[in-house]
């Protein structure tokens, strides 16, 4: 599967974007495991948020700000990034796996199989 995010741009503090993940190739099915990940120059690849037919998971930094979602019509996942902070600048990934992750290994970068191209996400006054 190949995967395409987009959506990215410089928002201020405060603001709001939504990222998309086009996959092409085969339809993701409900045994697929979609996640976003982001990463600073210098920095590990982090864990955002996943999603995947048991459930919704958030890093702790983005509960209650992001929204992961699924659009099965079009082989899509989003992911709407509300109440923006100058800490989320940084390049947005999204990846999947075609199996339901379990718990422990949904936040490490290691446990998926695709990968799309980043986005750019900058947060600027």
């Known amino acids: 599967v190949q995967l395409q995010a987009s959506g990215g741009g410089l928002v201020q503090p405060g603001g709001s974007l939504e990222l998309s993940c086009a996959a092409s190739?085969?339809?993701?099915?409900?045994?697929?495991?979609v996640g976003w990940f982001r990463q600073v120059l210098g920095r590990e690849r982090e864990f955002v948020a996943a999603i995947r037919w048991s459930g919704i998971s958030y890093a702790n930094s983005v509960k209650g700000r992001f929204t992961i979602s699924r659009d099965n019509a079009k082989n899509m996942v989003h992911l709407q990034m509300n109440s923006l902070e100058l800490e989320d600048t940084a390049v947005y990934y999204c990846?999947?796996?075609?199996?339901?992750?379990?718990?422990?290994?949904?936040?490490?970068?290691?446990?998926?199989?695709?990968w799309g191209q980043g986005t750019q996400v900058t947060v600027s006054s």
């Open positions: 990846a999947a796996d075609p199996t339901v992750l379990i718990q422990s290994r949904l936040q490490s970068p290691e446990s998926y199989a695709y």
């Open positions: 190739g085969r339809t993701l099915s409900r045994r697929d495991t």
